[in-house]
T-cell receptor
Framework: GAGVSQSPSNKVTEKGKDVELRCDPI?????LYWYRQSLGQGLEFLIY????????KSGLPSDRFSAERTGGSVSTLTIQRTQQEDSAVYLC?????????????FGNGTRLTVT | GDSVTQMEGPVTLSEEAFLTINCTYT??????LFWYVQYPGEGLQLLLKATKADDKGSNKGFEATYRKETTSFHLEKGSVQVSDSAVYFC??????????????FGQGTTLQVKP
């Protein structure tokens, strides 16, 4: 009965370095989302995977951001050449099939600090 | 594009006070509306939802009615408790077939209930 698991929980990196954030969704959940939560801001949509369909990448803020989902399960969000404005909490969420049938289940997030 | 606007916080109330957190939206299509809650140290979780106009979502004493004429989905509770202290997020999703199903969130409203 594990929930959505994200790792690491905290990441401090130097400006210009690449980082990878991992998300393990709930087993069997076909939909997976990445959001970003900056201090004092709402949740900013980044990318959405649904089954074998092409991902909705419309929220990725720049080409330094990319994400993949292997085997329809684990997802990795990669940020290249990190900038200070990338500092935020990165949230992953999954759901069973679609929002009309089940709620989003969120992980506790990865807090990224770029120094 | 679609968007959600919430009243700015923080909202500070005494225990047993009446709560209203305003939420308005702009959307094309036929959105479903949600309230998510983030308790201190925990991940976001669904509080309630409404999928069509005039529907009322309710859970844990909280209610919100989907008002299409005013494009609103205000969250209310008749008597708040200290344990309701959290950040509340209003969100929408266009569940029509042409939409990928992502949730658009408001900026969140912090509620602090004092004993």
């Amino acid at each position: 009965g594990a929930g959505v698991s994200q790792s690491p929980s905290n990441k401090v990196t130097e400006k210009g370095k690449d980082v990878e954030l991992r998300c393990d969704p709930i087993s069997g959940h076909t939909a997976l989302y990445w959001y970003r939560q900056s201090l004092g801001q709402g949740l900013e949509f980044l990318i959405y995977f649904q089954g074998n369909s092409a991902p909705d990448k419309s929220g990725l803020p720049s080409d330094r951001f990319s994400a993949e989902r292997t085997g329809g399960s684990v997802s990795t969000l990669t940020i290249q050449r990190t900038q200070q404005e990338d500092s935020a909490v990165y949230l992953c969420a999954s759901c069973l099939g679609g929002l009309s049938r089940s709620p989003l289940h969120f992980g506790n997030g990865t807090r990224l600090t770029v120094t | 594009g679609d968007s959600v606007t919430q009243m700015e916080g923080p909202v500070t109330l005494s225990e047993e006070a009446f709560l209203t957190i305003n939420c308005t939206y702009t959307a094309t299509g036929y959105p479903s509306l949600f309230w998510y809650v983030q308790y201190p140290g925990e991940g976001l979780q669904l509080l309630l939802k409404a999928t069509k106009a005039d529907d009322k979502g309710s859970n844990k004493g909280f209610e919100a009615t989907y008002r299409k004429e005013t494009t609103s989905f205000h969250l209310e509770k008749g008597s708040v408790q200290v344990s309701d202290s959290a950040v509340y997020f209003c969100a929408l999703s266009d569940l029509s077939p042409s939409n990928t199903g992502k949730l658009i969130f408001g900026q969140g409203t912090t509620l602090q209930v004092k004993p």
